[in-house]
């Protein structure tokens, strides 16, 4: 499914301050693409993502969806930094949430809740409670939770930053296992640059506040990718292309920072 | 099936820790009685109590008198704690309710809910029905405000989340609000346990005709120093009983909160 975001304006008021989030940003996401959002902090990433998630209201612009490939299920689902996961309920039950609100029978969607624990490594706990999990394992079960939810495309919204380096270097090859069976389109929120170069067919850039894409890097590396690629010249090249169009947008926003604490 | 020493050991010492200091206490207690540096007018010497207690006990007029104040406060704490789960759903799911609501029960919730008493006494007359009533209303601030803050509480993300994977606003409210504010509804249950516990005495004290509390102001008008140092004694080891079993409901009713 194609997502095509054309002006999108996000602005808002935190204590009285107007805050201007997104200005004019567009971006169109091929279908079965997996995109990779990049920007520096603060950039209204995140914000965007759950304007096109349908979560947060765009003051302008607007965000279309073209050439579903199922009649049902949702067109988008969140996988969120923090998983949020539902403490009460256990993994199969989290997993199998979408399906439960949906009204698919108990049999069916516990039967779908199982297949996508097992295709994320998870077999053995679907009885425990989240907290019982580690952050790497809980991230799973959000993994499978959006996949069992089947939706046409996945939003993912820096779902490995809070993971240690280790753990996220180990999802981030479980992730490219995973996509590469379903296929869906992913627009997956990121400030790490390997990260975005490694998963990404193609790396949109973010400018500093107010966001806007600012460029799309098509990254040039085969599928199926390896970590072994994050050695090559090939991935230096595109990984120094993303830094230096990043790195003129953390000057803006270091200078509009320090203009901020001087007044 | 074999129990390791070192099981039995931790065992052995948890009991130690626990019960050790107690039986301390009760040790001094009633060597200083015994030794004369304490008149045994005030303080009887703890054996004394004790064998008070067994014969209260045995005798029928303990237990007698437990069944009535358990039955009374078990009535108010349902009737109270209940509405006030009810009460504070519906107020914190429906904001008008709220709006409209709030302010009546913070100008309401500083009042000395004992105070009540003469109204339910003017109502109600004398026996049960005000006795309860006085639980009833001492039970249910404490649950409503521990129900409305639980409502708060809910981590909005997790509520976002749902919505996401394709919850109706009548699903998240039970689905998400619900289950998420229960353990904040289950502090409010046991904070009013014990509130249930003294005001029960309390007025039981002041107008009983029957019960724990009527027992113990018996025994102080009539002197009976060892009845109501084992009437003590027996109402304490009560109120163990019933936090015990407010926190064994919510282990079993909650598994997912246990040893957070």
Redesign the interface.
Same mark, same amino acid.
């Given at each position: 499914m194609r997502i095509s975001v054309s002006n999108v304006d996000k602005r808002f008021s935190v204590r009285g301050r107007e805050v201007n989030a997104l200005n004019k940003a567009s971006l169109e996401v091929r279908d079965a693409e997996f995109l990779t959002l990049l920007g520096p902090s603060g950039c209204g990433k995140s914000t965007l993502l759950q304007i096109i998630a349908g979560l947060e209201p765009a003051t302008g612009g607007k965000v279309s969806f073209e050439g579903r490939r199922t009649a049902s299920g949702p067109v988008t689902t969140m996988v969120w930094q923090r998983y949020a996961l539902f403490p009460w309920r256990t993994i199969k039950h989290n997993v199998a949430f979408g399906c439960e609100m949906r009204g698919m029978p108990r049999g069916e969607r516990m039967a779908r809740a199982q297949h996508f624990i097992e295709n994320v490594g998870l077999i053995g706990f679907e009885e425990a409670f989240p907290h019982e999990l580690s952050g790497g394992m809980q991230q799973r079960v959000a993994l499978a939770r959006a996949l069992c939810n089947d939706p046409e495309i996945l939003l993912m919204d820096e779902p490995l930053a809070a993971l240690d380096a280790q753990t996220r270097t180990v999802m981030q090859v479980e992730l490219l296992r995973i996509w590469d069976q379903y296929k869906k389109t992913v627009v997956y929120v990121t400030h790490s640059i390997d990260e975005a170069v490694l998963l990404g067919d193609r790396i949109a850039i973010m400018s500093a506040r107010p966001g806007r894409i600012k460029e799309v890097i098509p990254v040039t590396l085969p599928r199926p990718r390896t970590l072994d690629m994050l050695t090559t010249p090939e991935f230096h090249k595109l990984a120094d292309h993303a830094w230096n169009s990043i790195k003129e947008e953390f000057d803006v926003a270091y200078g509009a920072s320090k203009e901020g604490q001087s007044q | 099936m074999t129990i390791s020493s070192g099981k039995l050991r931790a065992f052995a010492s948890s009991v130690l820790y626990n019960v050790g200091p107690i039986v301390a206490v009760l040790l001094l207690w009633e060597l200083s009685v015994r030794s004369g540096l304490i008149r045994a007018f005030f303080l009887p010497p703890v054996s004394d109590v004790l064998v008070q207690l067994w014969e209260s006990i045995t005798s029928g007029q303990l237990p007698a008198a437990f069944l009535v104040t358990t039955k009374r406060m078990l009535i108010g704490y349902i009737i109270g704690a209940g509405s006030a789960i009810v009460f504070g759903l519906l107020i914190g799911i429906f904001r008008p309710l709220r709006n409209f609501f709030y302010p009546i029960v913070a100008a309401v919730y500083p009042l000395p809910k004992i105070a009540m008493l003469s109204i339910f006494i003017v109502v109600f007359g004398v026996g049960d029905p005000p006795i309860i009533a006085s639980v009833a209303i001492s039970s249910f601030f404490p649950v409503l405000l521990n129900t409305l803050t639980g409502l708060r509480s809910i #981590?909005p993300? &997790?509520i976002?989340?749902?919505? #996401?994977? +394709?919850?109706?606003r009548f699903?998240v409210t039970t689905?998400?609000v619900l /289950? +998420?504010s &229960?353990p904040m509804i289950f502090t409010g249950l046991r904070q009013s346990s014990a509130v249930a516990l003294i005001v029960v005495v309390a007025v039981e004290m002041y107008i009983g005709q029957s019960g724990v509390g009527y027992l113990l102001s018996w025994a102080t008008e009539f002197f009976k120093i060892n009845l109501l140092y084992a009437n003590l004694f027996a109402i304490g080891i009560f109120g163990i009983l019933v936090f015990r079993l407010v926190d064994f409901i919510e282990y079993i009713a &909650? /598994?997912?909160?246990r040893e957070?």
């Open positions: - | #981590d993300i &997790l976002k989340a749902a919505e #996401d994977l +394709g919850a109706n699903q689905k998400v /289950p +998420g &229960l &909650l /598994p997912w909160a957070r």
